[in-house]
């Protein structure tokens, strides 16, 4: 069974930075494409950045790019998210998610269990 764990969620000044971690048990993630979700109370889940097995590309949305990267550490079978110049709006819980094929164009099912982050003064 494929499961991700998050880690790296906190409370940060806007403006701060954080990395999220998912790191997986049971699958080798090199191999799908891993991506990042999150949501904030009272809205909808959003995606927020994809990583692609196929051949590296990313892909974020529009409200993060430029601020998040999001990257491989193959040997250490993690994924990370690098959120920079951090602002409230960011502040959500943040999941990380594969669809276990190697496209990001196909809609996530597995789930992590979410990691907290708040962005606030």
């Known amino acids: 069974q494929v499961q991700l764990v998050e880690s790296g969620g906190g409370l940060v000044q806007p403006g701060g930075s954080l990395r999220l971690s998912c790191a997986a048990s049971?699958?080798?993630?090199?191999?799908?494409?891993i991506g990042w979700f999150r949501q904030a109370p009272g809205k909808e889940r959003e995606g927020v950045s994809c990583i692609s097995s196929s051949d590296g590309s990313t892909y974020y949305a529009d409200s993060v790019k430029g601020r998040f990267t999001i990257s491989r550490d193959n040997a250490k079978n993690t994924v990370y998210l690098q959120m920079n110049n951090l602002k409230p709006g960011d502040t959500a819980v943040y999941y990380c998610?594969?669809?276990?094929?190697?496209?990001?164009?196909?809609?996530?099912?597995?789930w992590g269990q979410g990691t907290q982050v708040t962005v606030s003064s």
């Open positions: 998610v594969t669809n276990h094929g190697s496209s990001c164009h196909t809609p996530p099912n597995y």
């Open positions: 049971v699958f080798t993630m090199n191999y799908y494409a």
